[in-house]
Each structure stands twice: as structure tokens, then as C-alpha cells.
């Protein structure tokens, strides 16, 4: 099996652009990734992504050029850019190519995420309850979290306010607005305790990236950036996800523990080797949640590494160095991508304004979502 390494990346500024579909979004992330690795879509060999409601990825071969190359497309919910990477980098560990591209992207309607129950194998009843609103599934979780673990709830507000922070020194975040803790947590509840500035909004992006053989990848660029593994895992039984329509007596844990356990494991390191993290915070109760399913902290213990600075830009494990989907908005296609895309910049040293100083040389990127799937990368210079 051979290593895989990302030598270009590109992406198409998250939020809203009315008159620019999805699919062009995508299109115009891949031709930046391309111009980063000094390539052109005839020298791909193969094209893995996809999007929730922006349409088939592999319907932009009629932008990008008609080739003829195998173009995979990929569905997974939250997980969809995690899934694209992970096929991306067997189809090369195999030996069956060595360069493709990775593409995500997507363009939601306005408003909350309002999906049918039907899809997601469940009847009418469950979302007459209300439950098909994500917002409500993630309050009733941190909630119960914050109980277990003595968790003060002005967590939520300091976590999102880092994200808005951080925000307003990414030029392809949405949100670039800086807000203090006390407008997110004056702002209008939504579901308790989570308020407004809380909670991330659909939108509408692309993120694309060039990935090759790793001993090939001096050929495209001076930083090379190598993933060290990826994993996707889906729920156990046991466990209480996104669309639970119950709950077992006996609780097994998140799918986000099995991936980030594995995802490590496969890497050869640990999680106390991490340098940054990318988390999924489609909440500001999933990051905190997520810091400790991935093995970056133990449970209980969020509140003070928040308190001391230890996630920011400057502390010793930052998180969502872009703004996270709080601050970018959630294209779900390319949401997973975007994560990888700011890895890459930190471990390069080229993130501009939002650079952490501490010289980055490991990763980790983590996604969830419905119906209770994860997927777990850790990159490395």
C-alpha cells in the first residue's frame, strides 16, 4: 500500500451567492486546486465527491472537460467530503491511480435543515414530534452532557465566540462579524440552551483538493501535506444519534469515538501528538462534545482547557482555526473538505492572519452527522 499526499487545494468562499449554482461552486474549487498543484483537469485521472442538494458531481466533467475519467459520486450526509477523501486515498494506496481530485460542495435552501422522515427510514410520527429539526436532537444531547460531566452552560457562548473570532480573519468564512458572549447568549433561543449565534446555517460552497502517490508529490509542490489516515465509521447499537427514534438501555458510544480510535491507530500516533484540530460544530455544544469523543480531551474536562486558552489560535490545541461551520455555514457536501482545506493551510504555514504560531505538524479532522455517522482524517507535513 502506497501513502497518499495532498498537493493542491481550492475553494469557493462559503455563504450565500444568489445567480451561482452549487455544481459551479464545485467546478470553481477544483480549478483552484488545480492551479495550486500546477495541473489541468486532462492530467486527472480519476474524480471522487459529491454534494446533499446541489446534484451529481460528476456532472461537472461538462464544465471542467469531457475526459472520459472515472468520476465517483458520493452521498454520506455530514460525512460526505470524509467519504470522498477516504475512497480518493484507496483507489491510489491501491496502485490503481496517482492523481485524482476531491470535490465537494453543495447549495441549500434557507432556513433550517427540514428533511423528510421517510428518507431517513422513519414514519410521520417522529417528525411530528418536532425531531427532524436537528436543533432539537443537539440540545436535548448537550444538555444531558453538561448535567453528566458539571459542565456550565457559558461553555456554548465562549466556544461560539471563538468561532466568530476566528471568522473575521478567514476571507472565505461567511460569518465575519466578531460577537461577544453575551450577544450569542442574548440572542434568541432556539432550542435549550442552545441559542441563535449558537448554531451553524445551511449555505452554499466548494472545497476541492488534489491528492496523489506520496512518493510522487515533489512533482506538484514544495508542501506537501500527507494523509496519514482516514476513517468512516456509522453507529453501533446502543448509540444515540441523529435520528434515534429510541433508545437502548445499554448505551454504546458515539460513532465519533470508533472513528477518531481508529483514525489514530492506523496513523501511529496518538491523540496528545495533535497540533490542531478541526471539529465538527454544527453546534457550539458539538465541539464540546466532540473534543472529548475524538480523545483530545477526557469528559468534564472542556471547560477548563476553554477557560484557559487552550483552544484558540494561540493556545496549545486550537480548534476550528477557520470559524468552524458556526462561523462558515454548513454546505454539507463540502463541509468535511473545508476542514481538510484549513488543515493544510496551518500545516503549509500559509493561513494569513489566523496562522498558528506553534509551526503545526499534525491534524486532525473530525465530522458527524444523520443518521449517526463520523469520519476522521489525521494529516501531517
Known sequence: MTGVAIVGIGISPFGRHE?????????????????DAGLTWNDVQFATGGSQDAGNADTMVNVLGL????????????????????????????????VGVVVGFDKHKRGAFDPNPADWGLGDWYGETGLMLTTQFFAMKIQRYLHDHAISPSILSKVAAKAYRNGVLNPNAWRRTPLTEAEIEGSTMISDPLTQ??????????????VCR???????????VYVRSTVVRSRRFGS?????????????PSPSVEAAKTAFEAAGIGPEDVDIAQLQDTESGAEVMHMAETGLCADGEQEALVASGATE????????TDGGCIANGEPVGASGLRQIHESVLQLRGDAGDRQVPSKPRVALTHVYGAPGVSACTVLST
Do not use: H
Open 19 to 35: 445567480g451561482m449554482s452549487g455544481l459551479s461552486q464545485g467546478a470553481a474549487a477544483v480549478r483552484r486546486a488545480l492551479a
Open 67 to 98: 475526459t472520459g475519467l472515472p468520476f465517483f459520486n458520493v452521498e454520506n450526509a455530514c460525512a460526505t467530503g470524509g467519504s470522498s477523501l477516504s475512497i480518493a486515498c484507496s483507489l491510489i494506496a491501491s496502485g490503481t491511480y496517482d
Open 197 to 210: 449565534y449558537m448554531f451553524c446555517s445551511p449555505g452554499e460552497g466548494g472545497v476541492a483538493l488534489v
Open 214 to 224: 506520496a512518493e510522487l508529490a515533489s512533482r506538484y509542490t514544495s508542501k506537501p
Open 240 to 252: 444515540f444519534e441523529v435520528f434515534s427514534s429510541w433508545l437502548a438501555p445499554e448505551r454504546a
Open 313 to 320: 489560535l494561540g493556545g496549545t490545541l486550537p480548534i476550528n
